[in-house]
């Protein structure tokens, strides 16, 4: 591990229900560290949406996966996971900032 590197991890909640930490978590909290580059292992909830708000915000070179039949299908998850989040807004906009390769 290089010592400039801060690795978090998610836990789900204890027997009692208490103590999770969800990846949405984790982001809204590394934010706070003012990382260079953010790296999330994979979306598949809301936490897309504070994935694509970091990268919008002058976080270059952050990286995270997502799993769908092909890159365009990907699109419509993200806008389901987005959806997941809560927010309500169109992802759309997402797609002239993050085109498809």
Avoid at 5 to 10: K, R, W, Y
Avoid at 42 to 59: F, I, K, S, V, Y
């Amino acid at each position: 591990m290089q010592p400039h590197v801060v690795t978090l991890e998610a836990r789900p909640a204890n027997l009692e229900g208490r103590g999770a930490i969800t990846i949405r978590d984790l982001v809204r909290n590394c934010l706070r560290m003012r990382p260079d580059r953010i790296v999330v292992g994979e979306c598949r909830g809301g936490e897309a949406l504070d994935m694509l708000q970091a990268m919008n915000t002058g976080h270059d070179g952050s990286l995270t996966t997502g799993h769908a039949n092909s890159p365009r299908d990907m699109l419509s998850r993200l806008e389901v996971m987005v959806l997941m989040a809560g927010w309500t807004s169109q992802v759309r906009q997402f797609e002239s900032k993050y085109p498809l390769l």
